[in-house]
């Protein structure tokens, strides 16, 4: 599954917040989207999962443009972990979970496993009837990335999935994320994770993709500064990993 963009333009009430964007993700491939606060990263994630129309421009997924299909073909296709919404909070752990498997119409046993597993991974399996709204933040952006998981697609939009996260949480989720060996588009904002996470990235500032490429051609201290103000040094610092590894 790819997921190419042309020129993609978006506006929001009147203004554009968007401009002329182009990516591309290969079948496998993790590629990160960073740049600054208010640069356009969730805007531009949102026209992909449909949330929002591109004023102008081409959004394919595997050759296909996503605002021409039907949206049950578009949501096995494409599977979001964004932020949380208001419309999640009343439902229990394993409901969430379940939506996930929506655009399949169908309830069956072999769904309810999917589930049940899409939960273990993300090591939640003991929350099933909990209410989302009770739960904290960490362990909801996981319930989200397990419904993602339940929906069984080829691509996937993360936006800041390691937000609400503490250090163990982030590892786990980004080495689970690459596990799955599926198209990954990932907004982040942690450039030295993103770096260690991603094969390529993007960077976006004041609505524009300014630059692309794998992390050591991308993420230069010339560009750092130019996009966000500030001066890349390096030093020597404490570097996580999982106790797997
Ligand atoms: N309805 C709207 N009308 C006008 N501008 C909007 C609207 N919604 C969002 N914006 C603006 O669009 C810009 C891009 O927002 P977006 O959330 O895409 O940025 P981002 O790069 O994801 O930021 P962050 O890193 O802070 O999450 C921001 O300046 C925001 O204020």
């Not at 203004?15 to 208010?38: K, Q, S, T, Y």
């Not at 996503?66 to 394993?94: G, I, N, W, Y």
Request: with cysteine.
């Amino acid at each position: 599954m790819t997921l190419d963009l042309r020129g993609v333009s978006v506006k929001l009430d009147g203004h554009r917040i968007v401009h002329e964007a182009g990516l591309l993700v290969d079948d496998g491939e993790v590629v990160g989207l960073v740049g600054p606060n208010g640069c356009g990263k969730s805007t531009l994630l949102r026209s992909i999962y449909r949330a929002l129309r591109p004023s102008a421009g081409l959004i394919a997924v595997d050759g296909d443009d996503v605002h021409r299909m039907p949206a049950r073909e578009a949501a096995r296709r494409t599977a979001v972990v964004a932020q949380e919404t208001p419309a999640d909070l009343d439902f229990t752990v394993s409901e969430i979970v379940r939506m996930g498997r929506t655009p399949y119409k169908t309830d069956t046993s072999a769904d309810e496993k999917l589930c049940v597993g899409a939960l273990e991974r993300v090591g939640l399996a003991d929350r099933t009837e909990r209410i989302f709204a009770t739960l904290s933040g960490g362990e909801k952006q996981r319930v989200l990335l397990a419904r993602a998981l339940a929906q069984q697609t080829r691509l996937l939009l993360l936006d800041e999935p390691t937000s609400h996260l503490d250090v163990r949480h982030q590892l786990e989720l980004l080495h689970l994320v690459r596990e799955l060996g599926i198209a990954t588009l990932a907004v982040l904002h942690d450039l030295n994770q993103a770096a260690a996470f991603c094969d390529r990235l993007y960077v976006m500032d004041a609505g524009r993709i300014v630059a692309g490429g794998p992390p050591d051609h991308v993420l230069t201290p010339e560009l750092i500064s130019q996009v966000y103000g500030v001066r890349a040094v390096h030093r020597t610092q404490l570097v996580f990993e999982r106790l797997a590894d």
